[in-house]
């Protein structure tokens, strides 16, 4: 994919500029949450893996097991389809965890191709391996790619800190929120980690890993 990706911090603080112009909520959080994360990480197996193992637990939790499956060499495809049922289950993994690593480890994907495509074609072709919904596929989007304008509609913190920072009565559902997020366009990617940013500012605990 050509075009402008999030690389450095500037390229943060540029998203958040943009933020600010055009929502005075984000004009007045913004200086309270601080820089903003860049949270970029390489690409490729063990990034989807990351997302896959964060799937519906807590930061802590994922965290926990990732540090196992760090010892235990289950960061890559190779380790993954090396290890016994047993070696997975040790780690923490679910087994509807350690079945979609094993089938993502056994697709063979090309990951550097992902790269050259569109957002949604990206999103497309994750969809596809085992157990990746469009949540994980755009967490990985954001984190291993780079991309400005995803953004993950679905992730229940970003609901709940764009209810707590706009002051509304209901957490907003994913189609809300997307409606909510069009005028941060293009920086969507940005606004996400800003709202993670206040998540952690109001409830005392990280809402993304």
Known sequence: ??????????????????????????????????????????????????????????????????ERMAVAGLLTPQGIAAASDEDLRKAGLSRPKARYLRGIAAANLDWHALREMSDDDAIATLVALPGIGVWTAEIYLKFALGRPDVFAAGDLALQEAAR??????????????REMAQPWRPWRAVAARGLWAYYRLAKGREGIR
Do not use: N
């Not at 707590?164 to 929120?177: H, N, S």
């Open 1 to 66: 994919m050509t075009g402008r990706l999030i690389r450095t911090e500037d390229d943060l603080a540029e998203g958040a500029a943009h933020l600010a112009r055009v929502c005075p909520v984000w004009a007045r959080i913004l200086p309270r949450i601080g820089p903003l994360p860049l949270r970029r990480r390489e690409d490729g197996f063990d990034a989807i893996a990351s997302a896959i193992v964060g799937q519906q637990i807590s930061v802590a939790a994922a965290a926990s097991i990732w």
């Open 164 to 177: 707590q920072m706009y002051g509304l009565k209901d957490r907003p559902g994913p189609a809300a929120l």
